[in-house]
T-cell receptor
C-alpha cells in the first residue's frame, strides 16, 4: 500500500547548520508530495508541496525536490534557526493523505 | 480569512462513553477530512466528507462516524470509547478542484485533544 518513511529523530543542530530530513515514499502511481510542520501544541501547517516529478517546492528557506527515480522528497534548509524547532511530517496524497511518523528538529543557539 | 476551527480544544471522557467533535472548515472550502494523531505519531486518515457524504474512509472501525452539514462544517462521533482512542483529533479542509481530490492541499485546525480514562 501507499506509505511514507521518514528518518527518525530527534535531529539536533546548532543554529546556522545545514538541515536534511530524509523522506521516501511507496506509491502505486505518482502522488503529490508535501511537507507539513507542527509546532508544540498546534496543528499541522503546510510548509511546501510538489505535484509532479522534478518539481521543487520551497518556502521560508526550506526546499524539497520530487525525485521519481529514487521515490524521495528530502527536506533541506541551508541555515536553520532556533525558531525552526518543530516536528516535520512528510506526506503523500492521491485522494487522501498518508503521513510519515514525523521527525523532531531541535535547533540550539 | 478564518482558518479551520475545531471544538472543544480538550476533553476527558470515560471508557464506553461517546464523544462528538466539531469542525468548521476554512472559508471557501467544501471538503473536510478527519485524522487521528497518537502521541509521537503522524496523523492517520479517518474519513473524508464532501457534499454531505462520506467519500473515503481509512482503517477505522464503525465506532467512528461523521457528518457534514450544508454549511460544510462537520462532526466526528466516536462511540464506545476505548483507552486507545486517546489522541489528538485533527480536522482538515480543502477545496475540490476540477481534478477531484488528488493533490489538493489540506489545511489543518489545531485539533481536539481527547483523553479517555
Amino acid at each position: 500500500g501507499d506509505s511514507v518513511t521518514q528518518m527518525e529523530g530527534p535531529v539536533t543542530l546548532s543554529e546556522e547548520a545545514f538541515l536534511t530530513i530524509n523522506c521516501t515514499y511507496t506509491a502505486t502511481g505518482y502522488p503529490s508530495l508535501f511537507w507539513y510542520v507542527q509546532y508544540p501544541g498546534e496543528g499541522l501547517q503546510l510548509l511546501l508541496k510538489a505535484t509532479k516529478a522534478d518539481d521543487k517546492g520551497s518556502n521560508k528557506g526550506f526546499e524539497a525536490t520530487y525525485r521519481k527515480e529514487t521515490t524521495s522528497f528530502h527536506l533541506e534548509k541551508g541555515s536553520v534557526q532556533v525558531s525552526d524547532s518543530a516536528v516535520y511530517f512528510c506526506a503523500l496524497s492521491f485522494n487522501k493523505f498518508y503521513f510519515g511518523s514525523g521527525t523532531k528538529l531541535n535547533v540550539k543557539p | 480569512d478564518a482558518g479551520v476551527t475545531q471544538s472543544p480544544t480538550h476533553l476527558i471522557k470515560t471508557r464506553g462513553q461517546q464523544v462528538t467533535l466539531r469542525c468548521s472548515p476554512k472559508s471557501g472550502h467544501d471538503t473536510v477530512s478527519w485524522y487521528q494523531q497518537a502521541l509521537g505519531q503522524g496523523p492517520q486518515f479517518i474519513f473524508q466528507y464532501y457534499e454531505e457524504e462520506e467519500r473515503q474512509r481509512g482503517n477505522f472501525p464503525d465506532r467512528f462516524s461523521g457528518h457534514q452539514f450544508p454549511n460544510y462544517s462537520s462532526e466526528l462521533n466516536v462511540n464506545a470509547l476505548l483507552l486507545g482512542d486517546s489522541a489528538l483529533y485533527l480536522c482538515a479542509s480543502s477545496l475540490v478542484l476540477g481534478t477531484g481530490f488528488a493533490g489538493n492541499t489540506i489545511y489543518f485546525g489545531e485539533g481536539s485533544w481527547l483523553t479517555v480514562v
